[in-house]
């Protein structure tokens, strides 16, 4: 005889399922994440999320320690998995490749459509693109979409506000690492480009305004609310930060974490991050990397050569001068419509640009997707030929910040200029080399010629870009050989550098 308890909650069950149907739609994303849209609201909801079981609570009283809350909220995720539709599910912005459009998320049911030509508000969901609601107020004021923008309020408000370090032996002017900050506001629109993510680091001392003006141009794309996000102490927190923010700004990774390398290389690949369901015990559920990453150090442990190929270094100064934090976030508030009015139109030329497949990048990038984004976005800006300039120039900035902790290098580095275009065997490097550490009291770590063979092989991409570098093969005895040199010197560049690059910089708020 049928349980007739049984029954009742089956029934139940049903009544529930059919009428979310009614008032939206149940729908699935890769990695088994499952939603249902309010098709009224035009707002959508994770079924694992505390919204969701309010909203649930809400409409249909039934106590979650009753067993038929937990029965009937199974068959609404069943039933999800079952017959939701498969759709594209955003955080913040989604470019479609397929039809060169670019989605951007205002707030709650707020959308703008960006095609190139036009820029249009839609309702969330429009094109089968719904993005998940992040609980801010709205971020795209309305009027930013008809604003005619005079001037250049990002670079007045933001970006001409910070310090970076300028004079002799700089890599990159202060002007081509502004452009770069530019460049780098706007690629984060565009995850899509960049299956290999590029990972932004502000390098530099403390009271150089460095984590102040991430946590600006963070309050600026996600709200007044937003903030950086200290470095959590265990692998786990780091995940679960990644796979539920769009844009994650990393405070002060100063300490050494075994883990925090091995993470970053894992976003900057565009892995794929599994994460135990809420409520669960062993359910996991995928999330493809999608965020952007911002860091900040002053000295930076993670100098590993997988990871610093991903970075692009923007070194500051300590400010002359301080102006409190909040009337920069005040600033950044009161003009809230101007800054998105112009960054509106800045991401429709490049969407114009996206579409005509017209773009140069640098072949010579270790990162192509983020030299071919990164160009289309300075040609969008008119400064096609500067950033391609500064990226060229950036590779040798990684370099150097890769050499930059490593006493060997600077030790090769005399050897190169004081014994130029010699051939050396393992063997002899290495006692010149323990030679030079000796005398110089420098403390020399490398146990043999058979390890430095290894840490050498292993530098050749950076020490290529510093001095003249070769390893070849000695044909008689199979032996590697090591040729070093200094570099030889190249004509004059095009000038890229700003008319202000030798002036001081107003003063910013402190870190």
Same mark, same amino acid.
């Given at each position: 005889m049928p349980d007739p308890i049984r029954i009742k909650r089956r029934e139940a069950a049903q009544l529930v399922i059919e009428d979310l149907k009614s008032r939206g739609e149940l729908v699935r994303a890769d990695g088994g994440r499952l939603f249902w849209y309010d098709r009224q609201d035009r707002q959508l909801y994770d079924l694992d999320a505390f919204p969701f079981r309010t909203l649930f609570l809400k409409d249909y009283e039934i106590n979650p320690v009753e067993r038929e809350f937990v029965h009937i909220f199974e068959a609404v995720k069943a039933a999800t998995r079952s017959e939701g539709r498969r759709v594209q599910i955003c955080r913040f912005s989604y470019y479609d490749r397929t039809t060169h459009r670019l989605y951007v998320y205002g707030g709650p049911a707020s959308v703008y459509r960006l095609d190139g030509s036009a820029m249009v508000r839609v309702d969330?969901? $429009?094109?089968? %693109?719904?993005?998940?609601?992040?609980?801010?107020?709205?971020?795209?004021?309305p009027e930013a979409l008809d604003l005619a923008v005079a001037g250049d309020p990002i670079g007045d408000v933001i970006v001409?506000?910070?310090n970076f370090i300028r004079g002799s032996g700089v890599i990159l002017s202060p002007a081509q690492q502004r452009l770069v900050l530019r460049v780098w506001i706007v690629s984060v629109f565009f995850p899509e480009l960049l299956p290999a993510k590029c990972l932004l680091l502000l390098y530099g001392e403390k009271g150089s305004g460095k984590t102040t003006t991430l946590r600006v141009i963070l309050k600026l794309l996600l709200g007044a609310n937003a903030n950086v996000t200290p470095l959590v102490n265990k692998e786990d927190g780091f995940n679960a930060a990644v796979s539920s923010e769009f844009l994650l700004v990393l405070d002060n990774v100063d300490s050494f974490s075994r883990w925090i390398e091995d993470r970053l290389a894992t976003v900057a690949t565009g892995q794929t991050i599994r994460l135990r369901k809420l409520y669960t015990t062993n359910e996991?559920? $995928?999330?493809?990397?999608?965020?952007?990453?911002?860091?900040?150090?002053?000295?930076p442990r993670f100098r590993?050569?997988?990871? %610093? +190929?991903?970075?692009?270094?923007?070194?500051?100064?300590?400010l002359e001068s301080f102006t409190k934090e909040a009337d920069w976030y005040a600033e950044i508030e009161a003009n809230r419509a101007r800054l998105w009015g112009q960054l509106l139109r800045d991401l429709n030329a490049v969407v114009a640009l996206l579409a005509s497949d017209s773009t140069v990048s640098p072949d010579s990038i270790r990162m192509a997707d983020w030299a071919f984004l990164a160009s289309t976005i300075g040609e969008a800006l008119g400064q096609g030929d500067a950033i391609r300039d500064a990226l060229e120039a950036s590779e040798i900035d990684k370099a150097h910040f890769l050499l930059e902790a490593d006493a060997v290098y600077d030790?090769? #580095?005399?050897?190169? #200029? +004081? #014994?130029?275009?010699?051939?050396?065997?393992?063997?002899?490097?290495?006692?010149?080399?323990?030679?030079?550490?000796?005398?110089?009291?420098?403390?020399?770590?490398?146990k043999s010629p058979r390890s430095l063979g290894r840490i050498l092989h292993r530098l050749e991409p950076a020490l290529k870009l510093m001095i003249l570098f070769t390893i $070849?093969?000695?044909? #008689? +005895?199979?032996?590697?050989?090591?040729t070093l040199g200094p570099l030889p010197e190249k004509p004059p560049q095009s000038n890229v550098h700003g008319p202000h690059d030798d002036a001081p910089e107003p003063g910013g708020a402190d870190v």
């Open positions: 969330n969901g $429009s094109d089968d %693109v719904l993005f998940e609601d992040h609980n801010e107020a709205e971020t795209i004021p001409s506000r910070v996991m559920l $995928s999330y493809p990397t999608r965020c952007c990453i911002a860091l900040t150090a002053r000295t590993r050569d997988d990871v %610093v +190929d991903r970075l692009q270094i923007l070194r500051v100064a300590r030790l090769l #580095h005399a050897i190169a #200029h +004081d #014994h130029p275009n010699r051939e050396w065997k393992a063997g002899e490097l290495y006692a010149e080399l323990k030679h030079r550490a000796e005398e110089a009291d420098i403390e020399f770590t490398i $070849s093969t000695n044909p #008689h +005895d199979g032996q590697a050989v090591y």
